[in-house]
């Protein structure tokens, strides 16, 4: 649950990178200083110790804040990476491995399984994808180093170091992103205090080494954030030839009828029923995908307060269920490709004698530059997209 958005970092690049032995002494001022205030929140000297125990800090978090990259992904080559069939299949040994766990999270809170498990593959990849950096590293070098953002990061550590006392999880497990988030499912650390629930019944919320834990505590955030027990997210339709543009919107909702008599159909042609509200979003403008969408779709949003990762989420749980993917075609000439076919594209620039690490399907800045080296050579304007076009001349 990657809460940190982006623009609200601008302005770190003022941080100055002080020398090892400045920077731990500072640290060491910094820790002593949120020691005493842990314990206005109610955490023992002895937890904050243990959580705190040989730290220091890790100025390379600063880099990933200052230098949040500025390549915009498009809406088709977001979803392609998060919803390829390698990840299809991923998640579908998980739910027979995990059948159990789901379907009584399920039960337990009224929230669909596949919705769950769309939010566990696209969080961490089913397990995959945790993060490996220390909760209590991370957060105190934030709090020490990043005044912008002070008070958030503050909360966060003193909700970590509540995980620490409460003995939910060993605070040496506590790993994950830069930000904080962590988990199968990538929760904050406030809001596991808020909403982690015990799904294995041992009586502990261990989100990070139990999957019952990490898909209850999703179906009970799910839940909270307004799941209705029945009503479908929504799915893909299609707009009327004249369709304006500005009705558009998630919180724009009508009853299906009133849809309906405008002439937007399913994507398969059959009309609309139901007997709810629904708004309708086009991620790429009229000329791309539409879809129609409902407070379910809300709650999955909620997750992360963008439409693209809600999408990302819905249509892998379709997949999981057995449903086909997008029928409409994205407005590009230029495919997106799936993550089986970024590795491929990375393999055949690594042998064309580029630099771009480990063929792992993930586009980093060494593999934008050899892409835009390419797309230099074959007549592209230069923006490092890993494509269909730039993947056929390497082929070719």
């Not at 479908?232 to 369709?243: A, H, I, K, S, T």
Request: net charge positive; aromatic share 8%.
């Amino acid at each position: 649950m990657k809460r940190i958005i982006v623009p609200a970092l601008l302005g770190l690049a003022s941080v100055t990178m002080a020398a090892p032995a400045s920077a731990q002494a500072n640290f060491n001022s910094c820790l002593s200083s949120l020691r005493s205030q842990a314990a206005a929140k109610g955490i023992s000297g002895q937890a904050f110790d243990v959580a705190t125990r040989g730290v220091t800090p890790d100025l390379t978090i600063l880099d990933l804040m200052n230098n949040q990259p500025e390549f915009k992904t498009p809406i088709w080559d977001y979803l392609s990476a998060l919803v390829d069939e390698e990840r299809v299949q991923d998640g579908r040994a998980a739910m027979r491995q995990w059948g159990q766990a789901l379907a009584s999270a399920e039960a337990r809170f009224g929230v669909d399984r596949h919705a769950i498990a769309g939010v566990w593959g696209v969080e961490s990849n089913f397990g995959k994808d945790i993060g490996g950096r220390s909760l209590i590293q991370s957060l105190t070098t934030l709090v020490c180093y990043a005044p912008r953002r002070n008070e958030y990061f503050k909360g966060e550590l003193m909700a970590t170091l509540k995980i620490v006392q409460d003995g939910d999880i060993n605070p040496a497990n506590l790993r994950g992103s830069w930000a904080g988030a962590f988990g199968h499912t990538q929760f904050m650390p406030s809001t596991f205090q808020r909403l982690a629930v015990d799904g294995d019944g041992d009586g502990r919320r261990d989100i990070m080494n139990s999957v019952p834990d990490a898909v209850h505590s999703t179906a009970n955030f799910l839940k909270k954030a307004g799941w209705v027990n029945g009503l479908p997210w929504g799915y893909e339709v299609r707009l009327p030839q004249n369709f304006n543009a500005s009705l558009a919107g998630r919180k724009n909702k009508k009853p299906l009828a009133t849809w309906a008599a405008m002439g937007v159909r399913r994507v398969d042609g059959r009309p609309l029923s139901g007997n709810y509200a629904a708004g309708i979003i086009i991620p790429a403008g009229v000329n791309g995908p539409a879809f129609l969408v409902t407070k379910n779709f809300d709650a999955v949003y909620s997750y992360n307060a963008a439409e693209s990762y809600g999408l990302a989420i819905a249509l892998l749980g379709d997949r999981l269920k057995g449903l086909p993917g997008i029928q409409t075609a994205w407005p590009t000439d230029d495919p997106p490709l799936s993550r089986a076919q970024r590795r491929e594209l990375q393999q055949l620039l690594t042998a064309r004698g580029y630099d771009v690490g480990e063929p792992d399907g993930k586009i980093g800045a060494k593999t934008r530059e050899a892409i835009k080296d390419v797309e230099r050579r074959i007549g592209l304007e230069p923006r490092g997209r890993p494509g269909g076009k730039v993947l056929e001349a390497l082929r070719g």
